[in-house]
């Protein structure tokens, strides 16, 4: 079965302080997807990027990298220099014809 | 490109009524998912339709159905509502089906929905 563990449940940051967020997820298969998603209040879930299982070069856009371990089963996100419009709640999600999430992790980032 | 659009986006009903929600996916996307998202088992996958057929389905009661018309737009349907029902209901859509793995979701703002 497909599995999404996100250990942190709140975040809180200052302004321009990095955020890392956590995922550890399980999966029998060997091709895969993962992906983060982000919620800010208004409700609709926001995609901001994918990774698949056989492409572990680790990714910069904007303020926004990752950094995906297979051997560890671990896709972990960073915000860098956060701002007060990152604050939301930050999903990853492993794609086996439906997406599985994790738990979530809020970020709130202060001015 | 507009996105994916949910009517109504707020709903109250009280338990035993049934109710239907829409949703019109992004131009060109053929396949639309629904979710449940509550605060004590957060997001799950309630079904996929694509081209007009249902391709999966989560573990959810009968009482949850849907359907997707030939324009793709899709609709869920919940029979004699329970309080537990109470959640945001988020439809996705995608270019193919999900089982193709790289896809995409797209979301929608959801459909906050209250039984009393």
């Known amino acids: 079965a497909q599995k999404v563990t996100q250990a942190q449940t709140e975040i809180s940051v200052v302004e321009k302080e990095d955020v890392t967020l956590d995922c550890v997820y399980e999966t029998r298969d060997t091709t895969y997807y993962l992906f983060w998603y982000k919620q800010p209040p208004s409700g609709e879930l926001v995609f901001l990027i994918r990774r698949n299982s056989f492409d572990e070069q680790n990714e910069i856009s904007g303020r926004y990298s990752w950094n995906f371990q297979k051997s560890t089963s671990s896709f972990n996100f960073t915000i860098t220099a956060s701002q007060v419009v990152d604050s939301a709640v930050y999903f990853c999600?492993?794609?086996?014809?439906?997406?599985?999430f994790g738990a979530g992790t809020t970020v709130t980032v202060r001015a | 490109k507009a996105g994916v659009t949910q009517t109504p986006r707020y709903l109250i009903k009280t338990r035993g009524q049934q109710v239907t929600l829409s949703c019109s996916p992004i131009?060109?996307?053929?396949?639309v998912s629904w979710y449940q998202q509550t605060p004590g088992q957060g997001l799950q996958f309630l079904f996929e339709y694509f081209s007009e057929t249902q391709r999966n389905k989560g573990n959810f009661p009968g009482r949850f159905s849907g359907r997707q018309f030939s324009n793709s737009r899709s609709e869920m349907n919940v029979s004699t509502l329970e309080l537990g029902d109470s959640a945001l209901y988020l439809c996705?859509?995608?270019?193919?089906?999900?089982?193709?793995?790289?896809?995409?979701?797209?979301f929608g703002p959801g459909t906050r929905l209250l039984v009393l």
């Open positions: 999600a492993l794609n086996d014809y439906k997406l599985s």
């Open positions: 131009s060109g996307h053929r396949s």
């Open positions: 996705a859509s995608s270019l193919t089906t999900t089982g193709a793995l790289q896809e995409t979701q797209y």
